[in-house]
Nanobody, 128 residues
Framework: QVQLVESGGGLVQAGGSLRLSCAAS????????MGWFRQAPGKEREFVVAISWSGGNTYYADSVKGRFTISRDNAKNTVYLQMNSLKPEDTAVYYC?????????????????????WGQGTQVTVSS
């Protein structure tokens, strides 16, 4: 069992930055690949970014590539999402998720149902 707690959301103007954190407790953090997803009102949950177990591989949605950066600190059991050049369309609840299964990760890292544990989410609002 893994518990995930996101923090760092808030209200920011377009062009601004935020840094989200996701702290994990429970089983060994390095046993999980991590992902960030987001859900805007009236829309389905969508993939944002994922990072492999060691942090050596990262994968980004096209909509955030070049603006967002994921990183992880396995010693601190924490994954981070640095978000720069924020746009109003980035407004959503952001969720971190943990995935144990290694098979096919490089093909379906963006599939929400492949993740085993989820945080409660943190709201990010970008004003224009």
């Amino acid at each position: 069992q893994v518990q995930l707690v996101e923090s760092g959301g808030g209200l920011v103007q377009a062009g601004g930055s935020l840094r989200l954190s996701c702290a994990a407790s429970g089983r060994t953090f390095s046993s999980y690949a991590m992902g960030w997803f987001r859900q805007a009102p009236g829309k389905e949950r969508e993939f944002v970014v994922a990072i492999s177990w060691s942090g050596g591989n990262t994968y980004y949605a096209d909509s955030v590539k070049g603006r967002f950066t994921i990183s992880r600190d396995n010693a601190k059991n924490t994954v981070y999402l640095q978000m720069n050049s924020l746009k109003p369309e980035d407004t959503a609840v952001y969720y971190c998720a943990a995935r144990a299964r290694r098979a096919d990760f490089y093909m379906n890292y963006g599939t929400a149902r492949e993740y085993d544990y989820w945080g409660q989410g943190t709201q990010v609002t970008v004003s224009s």
